[in-house]
T-cell receptor, first 111, second 112 residues
Framework: NAGVTQTPKFQVLKTGQSMTLQCAQD?????MSWYRQDPGMGLRLIHY???????DQGEVPNGYNVSRSTTEDFPLRLLSAAPSQTSVYFC??????????FGQGTRLTVV | GQQLNQSPQSMFIQEGEDVSMNCTSS?????WLWYKQDPGEGPVLLIA?????ELTSNGRLTAQFGITRKDSFLNISASIPSDVGIYFC????????????FGPGTRLSVLP
């Protein structure tokens, strides 16, 4: 059982470039979320989804887009990367009866 | 937005010592979770608490859901080197959306 899989694990972008962070889960969870982790600030919610076709903004959504076309996948898109988006990104999934399961993270550096 | 406070921010302890950390909020939660994060990995759940006053153990770990529903603590007994990591508390705001609010973490170092 793979759980939550994130790709890539590391990425370096130039300012203004775009990219998509991939997240897939094989637990048939309804809920999926994206968090960013910065030193001393814990995990902050970027966007989340309660099911295929339904997404909503979290605490820090600016600069990021998401979509949820299938239950399994929840990609996070950076349209025009900025140095302030340098962070570690975690995808999580859960269901009504479970806690959040996290992927291993994507370490993104924007130069 | 909602915020959780965790204390201490970091701690250095000797192997074999007991550890206590806590998490407080100005808001009420209906679920408290404690996660541990190892370097280069995602957070992994240690203990989940679902009822005010609940005291739950998982091996050497014990956690409690505060009566006021605004706080929780985590104790680790007889610490070992593999306890090193960052410990996060998380409160669940509501069932719909499964939104969790995370504390800033407590960084634990265990000295041999």
């Amino acid at each position: 059982n793979a759980g939550v899989t994130q790709t890539p694990k590391f990425q370096v972008l130039k300012t203004g470039q775009s990219m998509t962070l991939q997240c897939a889960q094989d637990m048939n969870h309804e809920y999926m979320s994206w968090y960013r982790q910065d030193p001393g600030m814990g995990l902050r919610l970027i966007h989340y989804s309660v099911g295929a076709g339904i997404t909503d903004q979290g605490e820090v959504p600016n600069g990021y887009n998401v979509s949820r076309s299938t239950t399994e996948d929840f990609p996070l898109r950076l349209l025009s990367a900025a140095p302030s988006q340098t962070s570690v990104y975690f995808c999580a999934s859960s269901s009504v009866s479970t806690e959040a399961f996290f992927g291993q993270g994507t370490r993104l550096t924007v130069v | 937005g909602q915020q959780l406070n965790q204390s201490p921010q970091s701690m250095f302890i000797q192997e074999g010592e007991d550890v206590s950390m806590n998490c407080t909020s100005s808001s009420i939660f209906n679920t408290w979770l404690w996660y541990k994060q190892d370097p280069g990995e995602g957070p992994v759940l240690l203990i989940a608490l679902y009822k005010a006053g609940e005291l739950t153990s998982n091996g050497r770990l014990t956690a409690q859901f505060g009566i006021t529903r605004k706080d929780s603590f985590l104790n680790i007994s007889a610490s070992i080197p593999s306890d090193v990591g960052i410990y996060f508390c998380a409160g669940q705001l509501r069932s719909y959306g499964q939104n969790f609010v995370f504390g800033p973490g407590t960084r634990l170092s265990v000295l041999p």
